[in-house]
């Protein structure tokens, strides 16, 4: 028994017993708690700042309340405070390390933004420049106009006036009356300013008349000419006419010579029997076309239709609406530049890449290419959206008519976007051939490492200018292409001459070029002859 009841003694915690005053002091911390809590309005989530400082405050009132642990619990609250101080410093820092992550992750589209606002302001600067400018002349020319009609040199003849008249206009009372006389006065100045305006803008000089009657009399005299011209031409439609009808007649017949020569001698005796009214007859069959006027209506709400898309800014529907219009009375640079004026949507395709791309595959559907320099605008478009994959789509079908202004715009943009530099210089090719610049396609090859495909591409054709190859040499100078261009190329003859291509290049500002070159010959085993020659050459 005392065995047992020793093991149990020692496995049995009994409760502490606290004092009265102890239970009041944890009660009244437990109160404050709750109150502060409330005060604050905290939520068991948080803010965090509230409860540190409302348990900190607590950890005060009890380190104030007992004596045997003072030090250990002042020990305690510094490290409690040190740590909080650790985890708001680590909140702050996280927080703008947040900020600043968030901030370079933007970067790259906010200098995008930046730049494209900056070609906004300058397309905005030139216009307004171009409007100043064209103001300017305008005054301009407006003072040169009221030099030339200044009052000095413009002198109506002296009036004599009778004081003892009434003034037209008013009468008797009036003519006394000061106010009356002032309001009258304002009146006639008002309109002596409006007529030295209409004077400016209305009328001409008396010295001008005379060219304007003679403009006016040789225009009447065109138009006279045109007139009488028009007349013979329907008459002569007339009689082609009727002598189609004629022989169509002859030839139903048994196609003898008299009867054709009796219809021929009768039709013109009718001609000139009713010359006037076969005339007149002809002329209404040419004044008015009911099918023109009917397809003149229908362009017209065509275009009515498109204003009204592009005015609510459906700007995809208007884009397709307008490439495939009839006639292609919308498919020309002034609907594009209308696009362009739009500018950038936000969360939607650029305006003016969605009539590009629909202009392009109307004319691809439909087998009628754009013009050269409406497929360059869209090219160029679709190269400053980043949109390779549609230029490559378009060139490799083929069906685009192609110039050289577009092979330089893929080819310069090359340059941008380095990482598809070859796929710029083979799109580049592709336009080249199509425009028969064959020095800028054979400087393509080049620009990707194919001089070998650039020599056979050379010598498809006859033989080029040699401008053509001292121009692919200035703009991609290589021994290998040097080499390849003054010697034989698989039984065919040289491109260039050896001395003739060196004294070419010496003269002008490619110099340095021209003494590369002959160093890099002379390594690849030229030897001494080409040191002599650069020495004649220097000398």
């Not at 003694?9 to 809590?37: A, D, R």
């Not at 989530?45 to 045997?68: C, D, L, T, W």
């Not at 495909?453 to 121009?471: K, N, S, V």
Request: glycine content about 4%.
């Amino acid at each position: 028994m005392k065995a047992s009841s020793v093991k149990a003694s020692k496995h049995s915690v009994l409760p502490p017993i606290i004092p009265e005053n102890e239970k009041k002091f944890l009660e009244s911390i437990q109160s404050y708690i709750i109150s502060e809590i409330e005060k604050v309005g905290c939520t068991e989530q948080g803010p965090a700042e509230e409860y540190y400082v409302i348990y900190k405050n607590v950890f005060e009132m009890i380190i104030e309340h007992v004596n045997a642990y003072k030090n250990i619990l002042t020990t305690i609250k510094q490290e409690y405070d040190a740590f909080i101080e650790a985890l708001k410093k680590g909140q702050q820092n996280a927080f703008h390390l947040h900020g600043k992550l968030k901030m370079l992750a933007c970067e790259p589209s906010t200098l995008m933004y930046y730049k494209k606002r900056i070609s906004e302001l300058e397309a905005k600067i030139k216009k307004i420049e171009k409007n100043s400018s064209r103001i300017e002349n305008l005054i301009r020319k407006m003072r040169s106009l009221r030099e030339t009609f200044s009052p000095k040199q413009i002198q109506p003849p002296a009036k004599k006036i009778n004081p003892a008249q009434l003034i037209p206009g008013l009468s008797l009372e009036d003519s006394l009356d000061i106010d009356a006389l002032s309001h009258h006065l304002a009146r006639l100045q008002r309109r002596v300013k409006d007529l030295r305006e209409d004077m400016l803008t209305k009328y001409v000089p008396l010295e001008n008349t005379a060219v304007l009657e003679e403009k006016l009399n040789r225009a009447l005299q065109l138009r006279n000419a045109a007139e009488k011209e028009n007349e013979h031409l329907k008459f002569c439609y007339y009689r082609l006419t009727q002598f189609a009808n004629i022989v169509s007649i002859w030839e139903n017949s048994d196609r003898s010579i008299e009867p054709l020569q009796q219809l021929v001698a009768q039709m013109i005796e009718n001609e000139k029997l009713a010359q006037g009214t076969i005339v007149s007859s002809v002329s209404s069959v040419f004044e008015r076309d009911p099918a023109k006027s009917q397809e003149a209506e229908d362009l017209i709400e065509y275009i009515e239709r498109f204003n009204e898309l592009f005015s609510r800014g459906q700007y995809e529907a208007a884009a397709i609406y307008a490439a495939n219009c009839p006639r292609r009375i919308l498919c020309n640079e002034e609907t594009m530049e209308k696009f362009r004026a739009v500018g950038c949507v936000k969360g939607k395709t650029l305006p003016l890449l969605m009539y590009c791309e629909a202009l392009m595959n109307a004319s691809i559907a439909s087998k009628h290419p754009l013009p050269a320099d409406l497929t360059t605008e869209v090219i160029k478009c679709a190269l400053a959206e980043k949109r390779l994959d549609l230029v490559m789509h378009w060139l490799t079908l083929h069906k685009l008519e192609l110039s050289e202004a577009a092979g330089d715009a893929i080819y310069n943009h090359a340059e941008v976007d380095k990482h598809n530099k070859s796929q710029y210089f083979a799109l580049a090719q592709i336009a080249y051939s199509a425009c028969k610049v064959h020095k800028k396609a054979a400087l393509c090859l080049c620009r990707q490492g194919q001089i070998f495909g650039a020599m056979d591409y050379l010598h498809q054709f006859h033989r080029l200018p040699t401008e053509d190859y001292i121009f692919l040499l200035k703009h991609c100078p290589g021994a290998e292409l040097f080499g390849c261009l003054t010697q034989e190329w698989r039984g065919k003859p040289a491109l260039l001459s050896f001395g003739e291509t060196i004294l070419s290049l010496m003269y002008t500002e490619h110099k340095m070029h021209c003494i590369w070159l002959l160093e890099e010959v002379a390594k690849e085993g030229k030897g001494m002859n080409t040191f002599c020659l650069i020495d004649a050459i220097v000398s």
